[in-house]
């Protein structure tokens, strides 16, 4: 069930995508903002040609490839069962979701990818939710990471007090 509820979870990310970046386009004009949350968040219309924080600007071949040899990579863990932890699938989900989304952007326009999400109390670039879906599948990974460490610590310490109380009592 899990599983399936990734799979739904990543469907509504690209679709809140897609939608929001052709309102984003329908009826902003490029460069313009409009405030949303005092102070925190503001609607910017950008066009980005790059990948995060604009980097590799003008390399679209290169963007759009890497983010399919991304996708495939997971595709393929996901279709021979590599991803037997739900919260990898869960990040896998989301990943592919945040990649088509950019993609759909890529090949479509241009080469660009609509951003307009501003945070207004840090500088941070301004980005979409193909973006958010991208992170949040990354930071996924990394707690993964994080957990299956400790946990692996957690094995080794039990093991190793058992051995050293079984080999106290002979």
């Known amino acids: 069930m899990s599983f399936i509820l990734a799979g739904i979870v990543a469907v509504i990310f690209l679709v809140a995508d897609q939608v929001t970046k052709y309102i984003v386009a329908a009826n902003m004009e490029l460069g313009s903002t409009v405030g949303f949350l005092n102070g925190f968040l503001d609607f910017t219309y950008t066009l980005n040609d790059g990948g995060a924080w604009g980097m590799l600007g003008g390399f679209r071949w290169l963007l759009l490839a890497s983010t399919a040899l991304i996708m495939v990579v997971i595709v393929v863990l996901i279709i021979r069962n590599k991803l037997k932890s739900k919260l990898l699938f869960w990040a896998g989900s989301l990943i592919i979701s945040g990649g088509i989304g950019n993609m759909i952007d890529r090949i479509f326009n241009g080469g660009k990818v ?57």
Do not use: M, W
């Not at 992170?135 to 080794?156: C, M, P, Q, S, W």
């Open 114 to 170: 609509v951003d307009f999400l501003q945070v207004k109390f840090i500088d941070f670039p301004i980005f979409n939710i193909a973006d958010c879906a991208v992170v949040i599948g990354a930071g996924l990974i990394i707690l993964y990471f994080i957990l299956d460490t400790v946990r692996e610590e957690r094995e080794k310490k039990a093991k190793k007090e058992a051995e050293t109380g079984e080999s106290g009592e002979q």
